[in-house]
Each structure stands twice: as structure tokens, then as C-alpha cells.
């Protein structure tokens, strides 16, 4: 649950724009990485001192800054100054907290976006900032911590083959959220085959414990829809923004994304209606079983409890019980048992409890 | 539920545009039949070899270029070079995973339907996507497998007889559309039939299955709505689109099927309720027979349980017990057994529990 | 159900505009029925032959002419040559599984309604189709079977007295739709009815039938809903219509029964609610009724289990039991029967449970 | 029930425009209160014959005119000659089952409010339809019967303090609805206070009638939603409106009235919330129960069932049982009657179920 | 559930801008602070009688004049008299029970918001009227009683570092609405860890006063969601406000506190969810416990009925009872009642009910 709401308590009183990074330290040293390049060239680089991109600023190819690990501050308010970035956005980026988002700047564009990852040992659901801003020609990315999803993109920049070269910031912006937006596609497939698993095992052996696995999943399903409701309206702005930052021809690559937001947000809702049928069938199973559980005691009591009540009369000590000195009484008195407990068990039969 | 999120893991990290058809192969080869015709001549013809539909793309009459089988991607991307189709769009033909939707380019409208099939055999919606690409003198429609809904667009293409041959590409598109929609009227015939059966069986014969059918139903109609819901925005969008490829009179035919999409989802929706509804009858009649079986029970045992305590009285070895030696004792206890018994036999039956 | 999914599979595949009236058969013979009137003058009749129509199409007075039955399509095709309809209309006027709606073509405004009746018998709602075409100069009106709400408007006309003789086309249109309209209120009142008599039955008598009629009445609901919710619009469009066949005196007729239908849906959505609150009522019957089974159970099984019990004790035949020779030992153990059997009544009296 | 549909039967089939009373008739007479003041003039009278009024028609001092009942039909015909009312206006007046609307005329508007009543006998809220003509110097307010929440208003105009009499009769006919808005608060209050007594109830004796309750006490809030939901639009109306019978310097009281409806809504919508809640609680409540019963029971029968059984054991006449010589044996017997017993109660201690 | 709806009963009836205040006496004095400052100078003062307040009116400095305690209802008049405040917006000030709200006039802005506070004992959130009145060079704050959450902006102001000392009324009021959202996520974290302990709880103890906690839960919720939700409204007001009171600077500081109480309303609903899927995994617990007392109850019931039936047997009385006087007989039934609970305990095993 704590995911749902990070400790921010130690930010609150704190001036707007105070640089303070709530997350966990995700990883041990902030590096930088540098791909510059246009349609001919390519440089590839990692550096330790965030001053070495101020000329970055101003050269008219393509620069991607990568900054991965958000607990150095000194780094983003370094960045901050030499990329004239406003304070708020600086504190957004820290704030790891935040839903995905799009800020409109007079000379940049601002996007939060969340990176996700399935974490198999506890089949939860891992939720990573990804921060970018995109001007018109670099773009700065702030990632928590190492490895993400955007070594294809990487591959296809050093390869030099496709479109990503040829264009500008906003195709590689798009690139980078394409890639996210697939990723997700990931995230569903998993989720997916738990609630295959989960409908089989709910029928099969509808355990207690399935109750928290489905209010479990369910909750898998509110963080996953918090982290992709509010990217189809990112996406959506950076369709319609006026400024010149996005060209046409990308245009109908977001266009695309938006497609696939849609389609994401699709199956998550198909999901949360699948999960909640599982506890409808969790809960009638439960039903059953109560019923079934009911059926065998009362047969049991149904056919037994009259037949000792015949045992009991004849084990009476009454002076004068004249049935008792007939020589067929007794195996008459086991006809009758059997006969009773036939009758009411074809009763029940009749009745398809057994 | 794999229908609701076919393997992408495949697709995720290639560039935007590559080409991968990620349905099963459904047909074995790929066939291009060819209808080319106006007012007075019609040319039908199956072709082996994309590159003969060159000119197809200039000639003023109609031309329907219809590609069953997605495999075999070096004929999409020839189509794509021929006709002059943005990458994406290719992309989405093949990526059979497509939510309907409308997409406007400069020269072409590029359209993507389901058409729906019922598998009487599983009792699923089966689905299969069929793109469509209207030009103002050619329609390319690309279908996953053999056997479609449009043998009677053809007959009439044949006939020479109504208006399709008289109406342009606009006109012929709609009908593949109308076609589809029309289609889906049958689906939701046979749902119907399957919940009339349903609502029978829960009341007659309440069996645990059946909130498994309850359920897979629900999904089907989940998995129906999210073919149709989008289906709305992609015909409203061909009504109000501003290029010239869509003529007046179309428009009032494409109003139509609006109002058909719009009944299908009326009838999903009738159709979900009614499912809810099942599965509140379902829960009843369980805890219905729970009750019956609790009934018995309880008159069984309130019956005979205080009649073997009176048993067990008289069978207890006290030595002095004067009612044993009291001859009409034995016939008086049998006078209260069975006064006891008729008495709460009748309370019961007072309370209608029997 | 098949009343929200009439057979329409004989239609598929047919071009649009076919005429095939895809109801029963509800009347043996089409009649038509002429009012043609203005204020001085009123001509009512009968005729056989539609063509008789022709002259009426250019007179200025007001011309009601009132179609009943639709199995014979040669008339409605007739109509259409002769008032010069689109094909789309005339298979909107056959195909009676149509929502609501309104269509403005450029000489008239097509309107299709629903008309309802409750048939006592099945306790269900039935409807049918009345489509109206309106003209500056005539209305042509078709209904499915004879028998309508229309005529307090008809001894209107010939009584002369009022507005309808003054006025023109559109006040006649609307003096139809308001008859239908305010037939709802009727209609409303049987279902409010109904749920007063099941909401006295639910409490008194929860018998398991009453599932399925609860479950009945919320489909009839879901019904009457799918019927009134499209009319809203139409009204809304015939009031903001911009043609000049709807007068500005009209309009605020119109506002009135638009006022009447959010009546309507208000009164839908509270019996919905209402509906739903019965089987909330119903389940938390049964689980009351299902308590106090138990109840009877546990109190008769607690008391005498643990007397046979002691009973028991007294039945074994050990040569050495001390108290068997007590000659108080037997009052002694009835005592002890009393006091168990009063003690553990008088707890269950504190229970609240007797 | 009927309190949500009237008996309009006697309505339908009516042309519309015509002046029927639906309502039953509340006050024997109907009585017309005059107030027509300026800022230094009052004069207030009861008159008997309407067209007493006609010269206020002219004035231009503010006139209140105030009818007390409906069922004189004359009096409002008359009302509609004198001051040329709208047919479709007074026939809303007097079909008192109307749902608070807002109509604007050339020279008027008209409103129809609803002012509620809580009757502490029968539980339940009345309302009362209050309809007001609002012209440049008179406003005319129609009401059912006697009694009303106005009379802090008349006390105002009769004080001559206060703004009322400087002021037009916008803010008039502002007055008498917020007189009417503020009324509901003290609705809300009593329900309120039933709502928190119930859930005391709830859990400290859930009897079956409580169902009856909550579910009435849902119908209440349903019945209240629907007098105010309306309302919202009214006021927006009334702010909106482009007529100049609405001065700038009311409309910041009018943007009051909203706020206040606002919160009446979501009052309204927080309770409905809350006895929801309370179902659950009973439903829970009622398991509980269940529970405690069902462990009496087993608690009972699982620890003398087997004692049963051993006493049984001893209780057979076979010849051959050397344990019935045995001295020690019937005591014995005892030690492990009692022993099970302790150890199966322990169990049970262990379990939580005592 | 007063807290929804506080006594307002007094102030029914009396005209608009009555000024009564409504809440409880939270505080036993009005006090008065006053922040008067610019970029360079500041000061800080208490006062005892508004009129000192008159000079600051004109001063270009930015005057924060905070009134602390409501109850003293001169004060209030004597500031409306001063600073010319509509008597409506005083009446909104003393009537604490007021939704967050905007009003914009020609001269300032007053805003309505919402303080919490979570008062640990009693579990409940605890809500406290701010109301702001904005104009160009003072701000007035009016809190119901002592303790705030702007110590931190009073220390940034004497401070006089950061923007506070340099920019408006505006940045203040910004500064204001901020440290009470901030506040939020305080009373969320809260929240938060009281559900995961209730979820834990809820699984290893299902204690029937956990509903009931839940319940109240979920009414905090409700409560909470009623406070924040029209905020939402209320920023979206200053930030597309005309006048010329927010500066084009300050708005994107606004932007920022909408992101936040946005996240703030998605954790509320997130909440929800969680809260309702607690009753989920309570009602399923308890079934489940059910079925545990039913399955012990049945086994102990199953196995040893019968066998007390055959001990039953023997202890009958007949004189020709064979069995009776073989010698192995007695060693044989000890066999058969074995045989048949090792039998029967096998059954159950394997149906996995021990």
C-alpha cells in the first residue's frame, strides 16, 4: 500500500521547489550519459560532471542527456541552472510520486512518464520515474535508477539505419515513450497469464488465501491504471501543443502511442472486470461447498438419527414390552432399519444430494 | 484470455513501422483477388503478383484489391511501396491486435474493423481484423483468413444490379462495413439464444459449472464490447471527415450504421445486465437449497432426537424405576412417541418449513 | 429476450435499403386512413389504393395519413415512389427492431417512436413502432397492428375545437408524440404498481419464484429504458432543428414533453433502484429465515443431546454402578434432566434466540 | 411508491394545455394573499375574487401575489386570462407531479419548485409543488396548501428592514427559493439523525425489519435527489438567463442558492453512500449470527455426540464384555467421559469458538 | 455523521447575509495577526481592535491579516464594514459547513478551503474553514480555532529568504492553499497505514467490530473526498481567473497544486477501492469460518451417529437376539466401530475437510 502514497511527510512545510528526493535510493552513483548525433554523426559518451553538456545547449544536433539516480541533488540543481529549468520542474523530477504528467514551458516541454516492471518474486508490480524534457534540440531523461527499456533505441541510434537519425528531439521523445508504452504491453501479458492461473486454481481448489491473491491483483490493477490513465492525456497534449517543439510528420507517431494508451487502458479495465468475477466464483464455490458439507451431515443425521430412535425403544427395561419374546421380532427390526435407511437414502437420491 | 492480449513481447523494442504479422498464421497463402469495375464493366480476377495492381492505382473505374492471409509480409510491404502507405499503417494491418479505428492521411482513409465469427464448438467469439484503405479510386481490404461476410457484396458487384455499381469507393466501403455490423446482429442472436438456455438451466438445475458459463459469457461480451464500443468513433469520424473521399449521399447510408452500432451496443449492454442478473438468481437458488437442506435436518433431528432421550429414560438400569413394571406403560410412552412426533411434525409444517 | 434481439438473421446479407418487415405479422390488412384538414374544412375516409394519395402531396391543407400494418411491402414502396422517400427510410419504417430516432433529409424529417402497451396476461411490456414522416403539408404516420393512443387526437380534429385545426404539421407531429409520451405515464404506473405488490410479498412471503420476478420486472425495466432513453435526443432535435417545418409556437410544446420525457427516465432510473432494493431485501430474507432454522435446530440439539447422554450413562450395564441401586437415584436424574433442560432453555431465552 | 408516479391516469388523452388538478385536493378554499410594496409603501390583503389584481398588473411597485390551493380551476384559468400565462404554464401549475423546471417567455419566467415537509408519524418527506410567475413588477406563487416556510419572508416585507423592499422581484422570487433551499437543510437533519440511530441499531440489534427500514430510508433519499437534482439547473438558469428580469446584483445571491443546492447533493449522495454501508453492516451482522449459532451447535454436538456413543457401548447386552465386571471400569468410564469432554472443550477454547 | 451536517436549524428563515456563526466555539478569543511586508521590510504585530487594520488597505505592501477564532461575530462585521466585503461572503465565512469554493468580485477573490487535521484518538478526520479574501495589496484568512499549518510560511516570510518577501498577494495565497494540500498527503499517509493494519487484521482475527471500523472508514473517505474534491474547481478557477489578482508567474505555481490535489483525489479513490475490497475479504473470511464450524460439526456428527446406532443395536432388548452370546461378537462390533470411523475419517481426509 505504501506504494500508493510515499512517504512525503518529511516534504510537506517545505518552500515550493525545495529539492528533496523522496524515493528510495535506487542506486549508488548518478551517471550521465550522452548520445549527440545527427542524420552523419554520432557521439556516444558517459561523463562524471554535469557542467561538460553546457554546450550541448546550443549545437544544432540531437543531444539525449540520460541522467540515471536522482539522490545526487547537486546534479539536477546543476542541470537546473545551466538548462534554465524551472524550479517546480526540478522538484517534480525529485518527487518521484508523481502522476505521469505534461508541462508546457515557454522553451521546453516537460513530461513525467512511469516505466514499469513486473517483479516475479513478489508479482507486484514496479513503478520507475522517467522524467523528460524535450527543447528543440536536446533532450534531458532522469531515470531512478539503472537499466530501463530503451537499449533498442540506443542500438538503433548507434546503428544509424531507420528513421530516428534523420529526425529531431520530438521523434526521439516519441521513441522513448513508444518504448514505455510497449513495455506495458509486457506488464499485461504477465498479469494476464496470474489470472488464467488464478481462474483455474479458484475452481479447482478455491483456497482462503485466493481471496487475498484476487484483492492482491485487484490492487495490481488500481496502480497500474493510476500509472496509464493520465499518460492518454500526456499524450493527447503533446498531439495538440502549439508549440513548434512537436512536428507534423511525428504527430501520427503519437497518434499511434495513443492508440496503444487506449488499448492498454482497454484490457486493464477487461482485467479489473475479470478479476472481479473471480471472486464471484470464489464466493459461490465457497457455497457450494457449505452445501455440500450440509448435504453429508444431514444424510447422516437424516438416516441414523430415526433408526436409533428405534434402537433406543426396544432397549427400554418396560416389565411387559410383548414384541420382545417374538423370535422374529429382532430380524424383523433389522428389516425395518434396513428398510428405512434405503428409503430415505433413495430420498435423497431422488433429491440428487448424494 | 489470451484474446485479450496476444503475445506482443515479440513486437516490444523494434523500431515503430517494422513489419511483423503477430496473429497465428491462419491461412496458408496469401490470395489477392481483384474486382475492377464502374457503372457498365466489371473485371474479377485472383492475381499471384502485387506488382499487377500498378495500375489499377490510376484508372478512374473502382478497384476492391482484397489480400486474405497477413503472413506473408513481403506483400504488404509491396503494397506499401506501390500505393504509397505510411509504414504505420502497415504496421497496424498486420498487427492484428488492433482496437477498430479510423486514421485520416493526405491521400487515403485507413480504416480497421473486427469481423466477428461465433465457434459453436468452444462457444467463443472469434475474432479476425480487417483493414480497409479507401482511396478515391481504389479500396485495398486486407483479412486475416478465408471466408468473410462480403460474398453478398460481391454477388451484387456480379449482378451489375442496384446502386453498388453505379457508387464509388466511398459507397463500397460502407458496405463492407455495413456487411461486418450486419453480422454482428447474428452474434448477439445467438448470445441471446445461449442466456435464454442459461436463464432455464440456473432456475431448473443450479450447477456449481454454471457460474463458470455465467462468467465466460460475461467475458465474451467484455471481449464484444471492446470490438464494437470503438466502432462508434470510427464511423462517426467518416461521417464528419473533411476530405472529399466520403460523397454527401454516402453519409446518409454511413448514418445508418451509426444507428445499427449503436443497437448493438445497446444490446451488449441489455445483454451484460441480464448476464448480473444470472449470476443474482444463481446465488439465490443456492442459498435456496441450502435452506431445503437445512430444513430437513432440522426436522429430522428436532424430531427424533428428544424422542431417543425418552428411549434412553427406560433404558436406563435404575433399580428402582416404577413405571417399568406398570403394564400399560409401554403403550402409553408409544402414545407420547408418537404425540411428540405429530405434534412437531405439525409445527413444522405450521411454519412451512416442510 | 428474443423482444432484444428480433430475428434479423434473414436480413443480413441483403443490400441496404431491402424492404423486409422483419416482425410478426401483427394485422391481417393494411388500412389507410385519411385526415385532411384545415381550419374550416375537415375530409376523413378510408382508402384502399395508396395512389389515391397522390393530390394530397400538393394541397396546402394538413394531410394525416395514418398507415396501419406493414406486412405488405408494395404499399410502403408505393408511398416511397409517390412522397419520393429515401430507400433507408422505408427499410427503417420495416425493420420495427429500430431504437428512437430522428433523421432530417432535406424535404422532410423522418421520426421512428416506440408505442407501449402492457399486456396484463404475460405482465411484459409490449412495443411497437410508429414512424412518422413529416412534411410542410402532410404527415404520414405507420403504425405495426390497429389499435393506437392516437384517438383523443382524431376526436379533436373532428370536433374542430382547440389548437390542432388551426394549426399545421409540425403541432399534429407533436400531438402524436405527446399522446405516446403521456401512454408512458400509464405504463408506468402497472410496473410502480407491481413493485408495491412484490415489495409487500418480498417481506411477507420470500418465496424463490420471486427471484425471477424481481429479475423479470428489471428486464422490462431495462427495456422500457432502452425505448424512452433515445427519445430525449429525438425531441432535443426536432426543438433545435433548423429547418422550417417546426414552428416557433411548436417549440414550446416540444420543451413540454421533453419536460415529461426526464419524467419518464427519472421514474425508470427510481423503479431500477427500487427493484434492486427488493432483491437486497429478498437475500437478507432469506438468510433471516435460514437463522431461524438453525436456531430451531441448535436449540432442540443442545438441549437433548447432552440429556440422552446422561441418559446413556444410566443404560450401561457395569455390574458395579453404586447409583443404580439408590432408590432417590432415579428422581434424582429427572431432576437433573429438568434443570439441564431449563437452564440451557433460559440461556437461549437470553440469547434471544426462543 | 405512488409518491414517485401520481395517478396521471385521468390526464392522458387530454389535449394538452388543459387544466386538470392532479393532486388530491389539500385545502378546502383557495385563498389569494397580496403583497405590493416599494421602498416606502406596503399594502397586504387577502382578496376573494382575482380580478381584484388586475390593476397591479401595472403598477410598478412589486406585487407578490400568493395562491393557496389547486383544485379551483377557475381561479387559475382566470389568472391565465388577467396576466397572459401560457396554456402549457398553468397546466404545469396544476399537474402537481412535475420535476423542478425553469421556462423562459417573452415576458416571464416560470418556475416550479418543490418545498418539502418531514412528516415525523409516517417517516417520510412530503413535498409540495410551489410554481412562481416572475415578471418585471409582480411575481405570482402558486402553492398546494396552507402552510409554508415563506412567513420569515412576509415578516421581512413587513418590517421594511432589510433589503427585501428596496429590491425588485427578482430578489423576491430569490428569496422564496432560497427560503426553500434552506428548508432542506433541516430535511437533511432529520435524516441525519435517523440514519445515525439506525446504525447504532444496526449493530446492536440487527432485527429483519431493519432491512425495511434502511431500504425506505434509501427510497427517501431517492424521492429527495429527485425534488433537488433539478434544481442545480433551475438556479444556473436563473443566472444564465438573458431576460432583464434578472438584476446583476441578485445574481450574487442566486451564485449563493447554487452553492447551497451543491451541498444539499452531495449530502444527499453522502447518505445514500451511508445506508448502503449499513446494508453491509446488516448483512454482516446477520453472518455473524449465523456463525455464533452454528458453533453452539457443533460445540454441543461435537462434544456429546462421542460421549453418546461410549455410554452406547456399554449399554449392549453382549454376554461376553469383561470390561462390565470390571470394578474400576464405571469409574473409569467417567475419567474418560470426562476426559474427552475437557479435551474437546479445550479444543473449541483453542479455536475461539467459546 | 453530524460532521455531514451541522446544525444549521438556527439559521433557517433568517434573510441572506445574516451573519450567525454555526460551528461549535472552538477557540475562546478572536485573535488578530498581521504580516505587513515587501521585499525589504517586514512587520509583525498582534492586535486587539481591527480598525488598526484600516491604513493597510491602501499601503502598496502585501498585508497578511490572519483572524483567528470565529465566534466573535463584531469582529467580522467591523472587517466587512473596513474592507467592503459583500455581506454574503461574510455570512460564507461564519457558516463553517461550506464546500470549498471560489467567488471572484470586483475587487478580490474569496476562497473557501478546507484544513485537516487527524486527531489520533477518536480515528476521524477533522475539518477546519479557511476562508481567504484576496485582493491586490492584503490578505484576510479566517480560521475557526488556534494551531495552523502555516508555521512555515510565517518563518519564510520573517526569513525573508526564498520568493515569499519578493512576489504578491497572490504568491501568498498560492503559499497558503499549498501547505494545506501538502497537509493532505499528511492525513493520507494516515490513512494509508491504518488500512494495511486493518487488512492485516481483517485476515488473521475477522472480528465482527471489524466491520463497523471499516464502515467508519470508508465514511472518512467519504468525508475526505467531500473536502477535497471542489478544490479541484477552486484552483481551476485562479488559474483561468481574468482579473488581474493572479499574476501569469503565479500560475504556474497553481498548476502544480492542481497536479497535487489531483493525486490527492486519485489516492482518496484508490482508498475506496482498497476499503471495499476489505468487506470483500471479511465476508469471505467469515464464510470461510463458517465453513470450518460446519465441517467439524459434520465430521463429528457423520462418524459417531452412526456408530452410537450400532451400539444401539445391541443394546436392544429381544430375547432371541443370536449375536448376543458369541463370544467373539462383542471383540467383532469393537472391529466394525473401528472399521467404520477409520473408514469414514479416510472419506473426509480425502475430501479434504480434516
Not at 433408526?307 to 421380532?329: H, R, V
Request: glycine share 4%; charged share 25%; aromatic share 10%.
Amino acid at each position: 500500500m505504501t506504494r500508493f502514497m510515499k512517504k512525503s511527510s518529511n516534504k510537506s512545510g517545505l518552500p515550493p521547489g525545495s529539492l528533496i528526493h523522496i524515493g528510495e535510493k535506487k542506486t549508488d552513483k548518478s551517471t550521465i550519459t550522452i548520445f549527440d548525433y545527427d542524420k552523419d554523426v554520432l557521439e556516444e559518451k558517459t561523463i562524471d560532471n554535469i557542467s561538460e553538456c553546457v554546450n550541448l545547449k546550443k549545437t544544432p544536433t540531437v543531444s539525449w542527456i540520460n541522467i540515471t539516480g536522482l539522490h545526487d541533488i547537486s546534479v539536477i540543481e546543476k542541470i537546473g541552472q545551466i538548462f534554465e529549468i524551472h524550479p517546480l520542474v526540478l522538484e517534480d523530477i525529485l518527487y518521484t510520486d508523481q502522476r505521469p504528467k505534461y508541462d508546457e514551458f515557454d522553451k521546453y516541454i516537460f513530461i513525467v512518464l512511469k516505466m514499469l516492471r513486473y517483479d516475479e518474486k513478489t508479482e507486484q508490480i514496479i513503478t520507475e520515474q522517467i522524467s523528460v524534457i524535450l527543447t528543440e534540440n536536446y533532450v534531458i531523461s532522469f531515470q531512478e535508477m539503472e537499466g530501463d527499456v530503451f537499449n533498442p533505441i540506443r542500438d538503433r541510434i548507434r546503428g544509424g539505419k531507420g528513421r530516428i537519425r534523420k529526425l529531431g528531439t520530438d521523434y526521439l521523445t516519441y521513441s522513448l515513450i513508444d518504448a514505455i508504452v510497449d513495455n506495458y504491453f509486457l506488464i499485461l501479458e504477465k498479469v494476464g497469464e496470474k489470472i488464467e492461473e488464478l481462474e483455474e486454481e479458484v475452481i479447482s481448489n478455491p483456497r482462503p488465501e485466493i481471496v487475498q491473491t484476487i484483492h492482491r491483483l485487484k490492487r495490481e490493477m488500481l496502480f497500474l491504471r493510476k500509472s496509464v490513465w493520465p499518460l492518454r492525456e500526456v499524450i493527447n497534449n503533446l498531439q495538440k501543443n502549439e508549440s513548434k517543439l512537436i512536428k507534423k510528420t511525428t504527430i501520427i507517431f503519437l497518434r499511434d502511442i495513443y492508440d496503444h494508451t487506449i488499448q492498454v487502458m482497454d484490457t486493464v479495465e477487461t482485467y479489473r472486470d475479470m478479476i472481479s468475477g473471480l471472486l464471484d466464483i470464489y464466493m459461490s464455490s465457497i457455497s457450494n461447498k457449505m452445501n455440500e458439507v450440509m448435504k453429508v451431515l444431514t444424510i447422516f443425521a437424516a438416516i441414523f438419527i430415526p433408526l436409533t430412535f428405534i434402537a433406543g425403544i426396544y432397549g427400554m427395561n418396560f416389565d411387559y414390552m410383548p414384541e420382545l419374546s417374538i423370535p422374529w421380532a429382532y430380524p424383523l427390526v433389522w428389516a425395518i432399519f434396513i428398510g428405512i435407511g434405503l428409503t430415505l437414502f433413495g430420498y435423497f437420491k431422488h433429491k440428487k444430494w448424494v
